[in-house]
């Protein structure tokens, strides 16, 4: 049986905010959806419902939003 593939999103830092994230995977257009999204708990990360717009997001978290499922990485400059 084959594994799913989930896509990767390369962070710079150690850490983003969750509300960040959402915006730059361009899942929330802005701060209030990304804040709305967390509000009716459409969002989990690492399969736990998370509502925290400042929760921080590190490398290898995985991330449900949306409909889409991500980790998270490092990006290798």
Do not use: C, S, W, Y
Request: no cysteine; net charge negative; aromatic share 2%.
């Amino acid at each position: 049986m084959r594994e799913k593939h989930i896509p990767a999103i390369e962070i710079r830092d150690e850490a983003i905010t969750l509300g960040q994230l959402l915006k730059l995977h361009g899942i929330a257009g802005t701060g209030a959806e990304a804040k709305d999204m967390l509000a009716a708990e459409a969002v989990q990360v690492n399969d736990a419902i998370e509502t925290r717009r400042g929760a921080k997001i590190r490398p290898g978290d995985v991330v449900d939003a949306a409909g889409e499922v991500f980790t998270v990485v490092t990006r290798a400059d």
